[in-house]
């Protein structure tokens, strides 16, 4: 082959790798922008400041309660961040209590001392007449739940592994059908043994029921499946299969109204204190995950999304403002 030959064909070679390259940047470049047009348009809007955490809706969506950041005491705020007042200062009522589907009283687990000893008690708040009245005393208790009949609301709770209920409260509006449609509702979560129990409406001894290890367990809406935690993993239980599905590292999931996705936490920490969090969705059936917040001075924890849908709820683990993120 003649120089000048070889020199056509070294010519040649440059000028495919020049298109190669380009081609290579148009793509990436289009990669780039495709990921920045699938972000989700929102506004946020901070309505509380303080040391809170744990915000969610009331049912009919028209306040927001939270809790402090060692989830003592409850507060609640109407929905436009407007005049806060404290419903409860007991400790560890802000774990896991539970509104009413008639949005009149809450039920919770509060903790006392008398001397020495501590004890534990179920505690119910009047949200029309802002009382805050200790029912029971016990040496140990878990969080009681609301049970739905025809004769009215019922307080369930757990004591040494049998399941027990109070006289029934009266429903307040006239939404009373609605809620007896949702009986399903009276399933409720026992802890034990780094496990929890899918309680059944009828059980009488938590041990007659389905087991799974892991905490933090959420009904989907339409009660078909769970989502829990297990160390730094979220997994997903389906109901009617007995199945367990791994889905994705992460924390404190809450879900989308349709039970098709649910909201969730990403966080990062340098082994001593935590130096991101962002919220993500999830899919539950394609297990597609999407990035939403893409913040470096909030980190997003403990979301909730309203039943409505067009909103979630967090709180920034840095300094403890709850914030409102809605959806254009």
């Known amino acids: ?31 780039t922008e495709q990921k920045m047009e699938e972000r989700t348009v929102y506004n946020l809007k901070k309505i509380a400041e303080g040391a809170f955490s744990n915000p969610v809706y009331s049912p009919d969506g028209l306040n927001i309660s939270f809790t402090g950041r060692t989830q003592d005491g409850i507060y609640i705020i109407d929905a436009e961040g407007n005049d806060i007042q404290i419903l409860t200062k007991h400790i560890g009522a802000g774990y896991k209590y539970v509104y009413a589907l008639d949005n009149d009283m809450i039920v919770y687990r509060g903790t006392m001392f008398q001397d020495t000893k501590r004890l534990q008690f179920i505690g119910v708040i009047n949200l029309k007449e802002r009382t805050d009245t200790i029912l029971m005393i016990y040496k140990r208790l878990q969080p009681p739940v609301w049970k739905y009949t025809k004769e009215g609301k019922k307080i369930v709770y757990v004591v040494n592994d049998d399941v027990f ?56 809406p339409d009660r078909t499946k769970i989502i829990y935690a297990k160390g730094d993993s979220l997994y997903l239980y389906l109901l009617e299969k007995n ?47 999407k990035r939403l917040t893409y913040t470096d001075d909030i980190f997003e924890s403990n979301p909730c999304w309203a039943k409505d849908g067009k909103s979630i709820l967090f709180d920034d683990e840095k300094d403890g403002s709850i914030y409102v993120l809605t959806f254009e």
């Open 1 to 31: 082959m003649s120089m000048k030959s070889i020199t056509r064909f070294n010519m040649k070679l440059i000028f495919i790798n020049l298109i190669l390259v380009f081609i290579c940047f148009e793509l990436i470049a289009q990669s």
């Open 165 to 220: 209920e109070t006289e029934a409260y009266p429903y307040t509006n006239n939404n009373t059908d609605d809620i007896l449609n949702t009986a399903f509702l009276n399933t409720f979560f026992y802890y034990k043994e780094g496990g929890f129990y899918i309680v059944d409406d009828d059980s009488k001894n938590i041990n007659e029921n389905v087991k799974l290890d892991g905490m933090d367990p959420v009904f989907s």
């Open 243 to 289: 199945d367990v599905v791994l889905l994705d590292n992460g924390r404190h999931p809450s879900w989308s109204p349709d039970s098709k996705s649910f909201v969730y936490q990403k966080t990062n920490d340098n082994g001593h204190i935590i130096t991101s969090s962002d919220l993500y969705i999830l899919e539950t059936n394609t297990k597609q995950i």
